[in-house]
C-alpha cells in the first residue's frame, strides 16, 4: 500500500477553508470523479477543515492517491487544536452541539468511502478521508500525479467568490431538479385530479416555497459577496494599520538613541573639521567621507520616521507654484543635462498647509526616482492643478474635498504590476544593491497620509510613471511673518546665558563646547529636576535649550512650562533625535514650539540659539 502526495494545504483563516474546498474540487476533477462525486468530496474537505480552523487554531491538509485494489483518493486534515473530548459520541450520532461540529463530522463520514478520526487531549486531532477512484478514472501512475502537481502549481486557487458561486449553482441545479421532480409527480396528479386533490395542492405549495427559496438563495449570494469583500477590505487595513504601528514603535524605539549616537559623531567631525590644518588633505578627506556615513545614516533615520508617520511636521500655509518654481532650478542641477524638466503651474492655485522642507524632500525623491527610470535621458514634467475628490473617486481612507495636486510624470520604462503593488513597502527596490535604500517612495506615501492627503501613482511597461501628490486645500487665513534676520556669524552678545538640559553626557558636552565657543555662557544639567532648581535661582536665563525625552519624570516639555510660569517671555529650543507626543499632535508640532532636531550641525545649533532669543526680545520690545 502506497501513499503518492500531490499538494498540501495550509489552514490559518477563512479564506484557507475556501482554497481547500477549491482545491478539493480541482483534484478530484483530475482524477476523474464525476460532477457529483466532486462536490461530495469538496463539501467533505471544507466541513473537516472549518473545524480545524474554528476548534483547532488552523493546520494543513495533505492530499494524496492511495495505489491499491482499488485505488483511491486518501485526504489527511491534522489541526493544532486541544483534541476532541467526546470522539466517540460524535462518531456514534450521540453528541449533540449548538456549535455544528459534531453534526459536520457525522454528515462527512456519509460523504465518503472511509473516514478514520484520531483524536487526543493537547496533541490535536487528524482526520483521515478515502473515496474510491472512479473505474473511468486515469492510470494514476507517479508520472501522471507529477503532471497534476504541475496543473495545480499554475491554476493555484481562484477568487474565493468563484467557490462562492460555484456552491450557489449547485443549490441551484439542485432547485431546478427538484423542480422537474414536482412538475412531473404534477402531471401524474393532474390525471388522478378527482381522486387525490390533496396530493395536487401540496405540490402546489411546494411549487410556492421553491420559488422563494430560489429568490432567497439569489440575495444571499449578494449579501455573501459584499460580506466577503467588505472582510477582505477590513483585513487589509488592519494589516496596514498593524504594519504601519510596529514600524513606528521600531523606528520610534530606535531614532531616539540613534541619533543621540549620530549628534555624538557628526559634532565631533565638525569640531575635528575646524581644527584640522588646511593642507592635510587626507585627514580632511577622510573627515569628510565619515561626516557623509553619518549624514545617510541620518536621513535613513528621517526616512524610516517618514513612512511610519513619526516624524515631527511644522506645517504652515504654502504656494505650491511657488515651491515648484524654487525647486526647478535645483532640479536641473541635480538630474543632469541628459533629463529635460518641463514645468506647467496652474493659475490662481489654491494655498496648502504643509511642512514646506518635507514638500520639497517628498518632490526631490520623486524627481531623483524618475532619473533613474529614465537611463540614459529623457523628459520630467511637473505639473500643478486645482481638483475635487467626489465620493465615487476616493480611494482607501481619502476624504472626499478640494485638493490641491503636484503630479511628478516620467518617460521611463515604467513598472509591472507586481512592481506597483509593492512600491510602498519600506526597502523595496529594484535598483541594484547600494543604488538605492527602498525608502524613498516610502517616505514620500507617509508624509503625504501625515499631511492629509492622498497618494496616487499610474504606470505601466514602456509607458512611464506618474506619481501624484493630492494635498488638502487651505481654508484658513495666511498670517504674513517677517523673517529675521541672522548675522553671518550668529554669535552670542555680551552676557547671554544658556541653560542645557541634556541627560546624555557626550550630547551634552559637545552643545556646551560649540555655545561657549559661540561665546555664550553657559549652566548645563543631566535631568529636568536639576533644570528646575536653577530656573527658580536667581541667575539670568536667557534661553532653555533642553532635550525632550529625559531621564527621570520630568520632560522637556514640563521644564518648558515651568520656565513660562516663573520666567516668563524665556525663550525655549527644543531638540530630539524623537520628539514623541510631549510637543506633537499627531506628529505635528504644537504651536509655538521650536524644535532643532538630531543629530543637528554647527551652523544650525548657532542659528537656532541665534533666533530663538532675538525672537523673544522682539516680541518684548
Known sequence: MTLNPILTVALIGEADIVAARQ????????????????????????????????????????????????????????????????????????????????????????????????????????????????????SVSPAYLAEIGKVLAATGASDPLAEVRTQNQELLQALADLKLKQDESERLNAEL?????????????????????????????????????????????????????????????????????LQIVTGNLEMLSRRLPADDLRLRRAADNAMSGAQRAATLTQRLLAFARRQPLAPRPLDSNTLVEGLSDLMRRTLGESISIEVHLAPELWKVEADANQLENALLNLAVNARDAMKPGGTLTITTANGIIGEADAEDDTVPGHYVSLAVCDTGDGMSEATMSRVFEPFFTTKEVGKGTGLGLSMVYGFVKQSGGHLRIESSIGRGTTVTLYLPKFTGTVVEETPLV??????????ERILIVEDDPDVRAHSCDVLTELGYRIVAVADGSAAIDILDGDGPIDLVFTDVVLTGTVNGRDIAVHAHAVRPGTPILFTSGYAREAITHNAHLDEGISLLPKPFSYDDLAARVRLSIDQALAVRA
Do not use: W
Not at 495533505?62 to 470522539?87: H, T
Not at 463530522?105 to 483524536?119: A, H, K, P, Q
Not at 541672522?486 to 552676557?495: D, F, H, S
Open 486 to 495: 541672522i548675522g553671518a556669524t550668529a554669535t552670542a552678545r555680551p552676557g
Open 193 to 261: 385530479e378527482e381522486t387525490n386533490r390533496g396530493v395536487v395542492a401540496l405540490y402546489a405549495e411546494l411549487d410556492e416555497k421553491a420559488g422563494e427559496l430560489a429568490a432567497l438563495n439569489g440575495d444571499l449570494e449578494q449579501r455573501v459577496a459584499a460580506a466577503v469583500m467588505e472582510c477582505q477590505q477590513a483585513n487589509d487595513a488592519l494589516r496596514q494599520s498593524q504594519k504601519m504601528e510596529a514600524v513606528g514603535q521600531l523606528t520610534g524605539g530606535i531614532a531616539h538613541d540613534f541619533n543621540n549616537l
Open 23 to 138: 482545491r478539493a474540487r480541482q483534484i478530484a476533477g483530475l482524477l476523474g470523479f464525476e460532477a457529483q462525486d466532486q462536490t461530495r468530496i469538496a463539501t467533505a474537505v471544507s466541513e473537516i477543515a472549518r473545524n480545524a480552523t474554528t476548534y483547532g487554531a488552523g493546520g494543513r491538509i495533505e492530499f494524496g492517491v492511495e495505489r491499491a485494489d482499488p485505488s483511491s483518493l486518501v485526504i489527511r486534515i491534522r489541526d493544532k487544536g486541544p483534541g476532541i473530548a467526546d470522539v466517540d459520541a460524535i462518531l456514534e450520532g450521540r453528541f449533540k452541539s449548538v456549535s455544528g461540529m459534531g453534526v459536520g463530522i457525522s454528515g462527512t463520514r456519509r460523504l465518503m468511502d472511509r473516514f478514520e478520526l484520531e483524536s487526543q487531549p493537547g496533541r490535536g486531532t487528524s482526520v483521515l478521508l478515502g473515496k474510491c477512484l472512479p473505474s473511468t478514472a486515469p
